[in-house]
């Protein structure tokens, strides 16, 4: 499925909000969370995240795994936070209301 | 991390990226091994999942925000590249850049120095001089000194107010005796301009009146000539014009008015007689206007009091007003047109460098079509490409633009140098970061200006099509731009060469002009008397009939004659006349140039007389005043009929009316060019001999000598420096000219323009043809097959040769109609700046329309022949 323009830095939002996390955990959640639902290509994933790091939403660090190797784990920062609670919020009304619309216009089908 | 970080720490940045990738590669990979997959298989999925890495790559980076700046140094070194990769290109391209913006930023630091720069005066935007007019005869700058004191008195708007003229005399004592150009000013003049003196004090009040004691202010430069700047010259004596002086004050280095002046006294001691005549105006006012006072203000406060004058003074007022000026229009006067013009045609010759260039970016531009096909093909976007190209024409038109600036460091003190007659203010003309400022724009500018085409066509069309037919099939556009280049050359090289040819004409009309003078061998010189013989009017009189004498004892002089004002020389005394005994209405009263000469003057000058007789040695003292005039007075007061024996009347002169005695040809006073537009064009002489005693002390100080010799001029001037030194050797020549050099000079300005347009005309001309050179070799090159195929199907040599030349010779065509246009309009704007200059003739189109289609023809031909002796087989096997 093809993602909505800004969707894909909604979900990355939500999955780093949930902890310090490394890009593949990133990928390999969302697509767990989202039943393979949403299939981005990968890589695709990282140039997300770097402009969400340069717009000063996310912050990184270089950690350990616990597999013992270095990775860059991402976080999201006070900004990300109030960012994703807006959009969170906004996004959700949207939803509520397209729903609403497509209800009306099924029932009026019948 | 800001950008900067960012930027600076690329290297890092990237290793980061490339770490974290592969990172999510292997754990991938990882995972997927661990669920059994095979090695092999496991990094292959990983991949596939992941997608293109490079791709990824360059998106993490754009994210990154410093793109731009990468990507424009990248752009900068790769120009760099290849620009070292095409010397001769480059060459071509830099040199025709740095030429065209060179002449550019000289002609803007001319005009930043010397009129856009604010003077070196305290709220210099504050400072306005005041001038009178007249219905008739337009403005004037002349005050005389009451009106100055009434109007100094009367306003509220302009205070402080100020008053200066010309003087000059000989000082002497301590040192030796020598000539020096002097001011008499007012004492508000110092404070009025704003500026403090470095030693010593201005002028006070009270020492500006009749009878105070005498004063004197040093220059900067004489005080560090004569007195090695030493402070101790500050209240001792110094003698000037034969009086003592005490030194009160130093003026600032470069203090000027309007000439460079040695020594300033106090306006108010001056003796002169006219200082107490209404008639007399002298005097230059300069004021200050008071805090919220707009010029237009002062101009309604000045018309009231003017009108007040004219109720109370109607003989001297009558009709006359009274303007102010910003100063600093004053001072640059006349030069402000011809540097804007100059300005204008180095900007086409600019324009035409651009073009050219232009044109040579885009031959490489389609050269290189397939390269950035592949780039496109590689994934750069449109404006990336775009960027790319201007990149490399900015960093063509900086260091243009750089090559420029030298070229106008090293180039500016010999323009200024050249200027003819003294540039005002030109000591401000200097390359500064204002200069360096409209350089950089200037580059910026035409850089933009020639990438723009170029840069415009890179993003590929028929991407595919382009990658795979190579340039050779795209080629329509681009010959169409390429035309519309060579005709926009030719259209400016025409307004340039035609403008030259109209300089030129106009220089060849007006040296032909005569001058009413027989300028061969005749030297003018002013005469200091010795201040031992300023005493009496009698001791003034045998000491000129002494010079006189003297100086026909000098062997190689023919005849000598002293005079008032010379002619092409500034200097003029304006008389008003009538011809009737009843005055015209004041502001009516046409005016003739009065010179005071001896009897020789008509020989020395070689004017020829009309009718009557000129000035002899009977005209004296004691006998009946008369004059001569010229042609121009003799028809505008008696028409054409006979004028000896009839009256004038000229009070300026005597109240009662003067006798008329003899006609003479016109002489061309004001210079051979300007005569024509003067105001005062009529002209009288009188005798100096009948110069009443009063007034000799003041015509002693301004007397010429001039002297007719039968050597050549200039090798009689030292014998008659050494004949007229005078018992006490204290009498000096200085300004020595030779008349033909002035006549010469009077055409200067013109002769100077077309020295300039002439340069810039074959220097447009030269660009014009390569221009047109290159774009056709390169035409006729990439349509070598073609002509193949012609040649093979039967046309001959000359067929090939006209099929280009019949294409050079349609953009030549439009390129002179439309320049010819320009040109017109050119025409124009000269007719209105430059003195004694006709509208375009036809001839001068006949004459330079031909050298450039010529030119353009043989720069043609070249490739034309080149096309003409292709080998079809070879051309054919090229496709």
């Known amino acids: 499925m093809d993602l909505p323009q800004g969707t894909l830095d909604l979900l990355i939002m939500q999955v780093v909000a949930l902890g310090p996390v490394h890009g593949y955990a990133i990928a390999q959640r969302l697509q767990q969370v989202s039943r393979d639902v949403v299939q981005v290509p990968q890589g695709s994933l990282y140039p997300a995240l770097h402009r969400l790091e340069n717009r000063g939403l996310l912050a990184a660090d270089w950690k350990e795994t616990e597999t013992g190797r270095e990775a860059k784990f991402y976080r999201l920062t006070r900004k990300g936070r109030m960012q994703l609670e807006a959009e969170t919020e906004s996004w959700r009304r949207l939803a509520e209301a397209v729903g609403l619309v497509l209800k009306m216009s099924a029932g009026g089908a019948e | 991390m800001n950008w900067w970080h960012r930027l600076m720490r690329k290297e890092q940045m990237d290793e980061q990226l490339e770490k974290e990738l592969r990172f999510h590669l292997e754990q991938h990979t990882a995972d997927l091994t661990a669920r059994g997959m095979n090695p092999e298989e496991a990094r292959r999925q990983a991949r596939l999942a992941f997608g293109g890495p490079e791709r990824v790559k360059e998106q993490c980076r754009d994210a990154r925000g410093t793109r731009w700046l990468e990507d424009l140094w990248q752009d900068f070194r790769y120009a760099l590249r290849t620009l070292k990769q095409r010397p001769g290109f480059a060459a071509v391209a830099l040199l025709t850049l740095g030429l065209g913006i060179g002449a550019t930023t000289v002609m803007f630091t001319v005009i930043n120095g010397v009129v856009l720069k604010p003077l070196p005066y305290a709220k210099p935007d504050r400072l306005v001089t005041v001038h009178g007019h007249t219905e008739k005869y337009g403005e004037q700058w002349g005050f005389s000194y009451l009106e100055f004191l009434d109007c100094q008195r009367q306003s509220r708007s302009l205070r402080p107010m100020a008053a200066w003229t010309y003087s000059g005399a000989t000082l002497s004592e301590p040192g030796e005796a020598e000539y020096v150009d002097g001011r008499q000013i007012s004492s508000e003049l110092f404070s009025v301009l704003g500026i403090s003196l470095p030693q010593g004090r201005a002028f006070l009040a009270e020492e500006d009146r009749p009878g105070a004691l005498p004063v004197i202010i040093l220059s900067y430069g004489l005080w560090q000539r004569r007195y090695a700047r030493s402070p101790a010259i500050i209240g001792k004596p110094i003698v000037f014009d034969g009086k003592p002086y005490t030194v009160v004050g130093i003026a600032p280095a470069g203090f000027r008015l309007d000439t460079d002046a040695d020594v300033f006294t106090p306006l108010g001691q001056s003796t002169r007689p006219q200082m107490q005549n209404r008639g007399a105006r002298f005097i230059h006012v300069v004021a200050r206007l008071q805090p919220a006072v707009t010029v237009i203000q002062a101009d309604t406060e000045l018309s009231l009091i003017a009108r007040r004058m004219a109720e109370q003074y109607p003989k001297f007022n009558e009709g006359r007003g009274l303007v102010a000026h910003p100063l600093q229009q004053e001072i640059v006067g006349d030069v402000r047109p011809t540097l804007w013009l100059l300005l204008g045609a180095v900007g086409l010759v600019l324009l035409i460098a651009c073009v050219n260039v232009a044109s ?100 590929a069309r028929e991407l595919e099509q382009t990658l795979r037919s190579g340039a050779r099939t795209v080629m329509g556009n681009s010959r169409r731009m390429h035309s519309g280049f060579v005709i926009a050359e030719i259209a400016l090289a025409v307004v340039l060469l035609v403008s030259a040819g109209m300089l030129g004409q106009t220089i060849v009309r007006l040296s032909s002009l005569d001058p009413g003078i027989d300028t061969h061998n005749v030297v003018t010189t002013r005469i200091a008397l010795s201040p031992t013989n300023l005493a009496t009017a009698g001791q003034m009189r045998a000491a000129w009939q002494d010079i006189l004498d003297r100086a026909r004892r000098v062997p190689g002089v023919q005849s000598a004659a002293l005079t008032d004002i010379i002619p092409m020389r500034v200097g003029e005394n304006s008389l008003g006349y009538w011809a009737t005994p009843d005055p015209p209405p004041q502001d009516q009263v046409p005016l ?194 073609e002509f193949g195929v012609r040649m093979a199907l039967g046309a001959n040599a000359g067929d090939v040769m006209r099929l280009v030349m019949r294409q050079s010779v349609g953009m030549i065509f439009v390129g002179v109609i439309v320049g010819l246009g320009g040109a017109w309009a050119a025409g124009r704007v000269l007719t209105r700046l430059v003195e004694g200059m006709q509208s375009s003739q036809p001839a001068t189109f006949a004459i330079m329309i031909p050298v450039l289609v010529v030119a353009a023809l043989f720069a043609s031909f070249v490739p034309a022949r080149r096309a003409s002796r292709v080998d079809p087989v070879r051309a054919l096997r090229q496709e």
Not at chain 2, 362 to 376: D, I, K, S, Y
Request: hydrophobic share 50%.
């Open chain 2, 360 to 459: 040579l970016l885009l031959v490489r531009a389609v050269t290189r079509e397939r390269e950035l096909a592949m780039r496109v093909a590689l994934g750069a976007g449109r404006g990336r490409l775009v960027r790319q190209c201007l990149t490399e024409s900015a960093v063509l038109g900086l260091s243009g633009g750089l090559l420029g600036v030298l070229l106008a460091a090293i180039g500016i003190r010999p323009f200024v140098v050249f200027w003819p007659g003294s540039l005002p203010r030109a000591e401000e003309v200097q390359v500064d970061w204002h200069v360096v400022l409209f350089a950089l724009a200037a580059s910026l500018a035409s850089g933009l200006l020639f990438g723009l085409a170029p840069a415009l066509r890179a993003p």
């Open chain 2, 592 to 785: 003739a140039l009065a010179s005071c000469v001896t009897p020789d003057y008509l020989k020395v000058m070689g004017i020829p007389l009309r009718s009557g007789r000129f000035i002899n040695e009977q005209d004296r003292i004691g006998r009946d005043l008369v004059v001569v005039i010229d042609d121009n007075l003799a028809q505008h007061a008696f028409g054409g009929n006979q004028a000896v024996g009839k009256r004038l009347w000229i009070p300026g002169m005597s109240p009662s009316p003067v006798q008329v005695v003899g006609v003479v040809g016109h002489v061309r006073h004001w210079g051979l060019a300007a005569d024509d537009q003067s105001r005062v064009r009529d002209q009288i002489y009188y005798s100096f001999a009948q110069v009443p005693d009063p007034l000799l002390r003041f015509f002693s100080s301004i007397m010429s000598m001039a002297v007719r010799s039968n050597i050549p001029p200039l090798n009689a001037v030292e014998p008659l420096r050494r004949e007229l030194r005078g018992a006490a050797g204290d009498q000096a020549l200085y300004d020595v000219h030779n008349m033909e050099q002035l006549v010469s000079d009077s055409l200067a300005r013109q002769r100077f323009l077309l020295l300039l347009f002439g340069i810039f005309a074959a220097l447009a001309l030269v660009l014009a043809c390569i221009g047109i050179y290159g774009v056709l070799a390169y035409l006729t090159s990439q349509r070598v097959p």
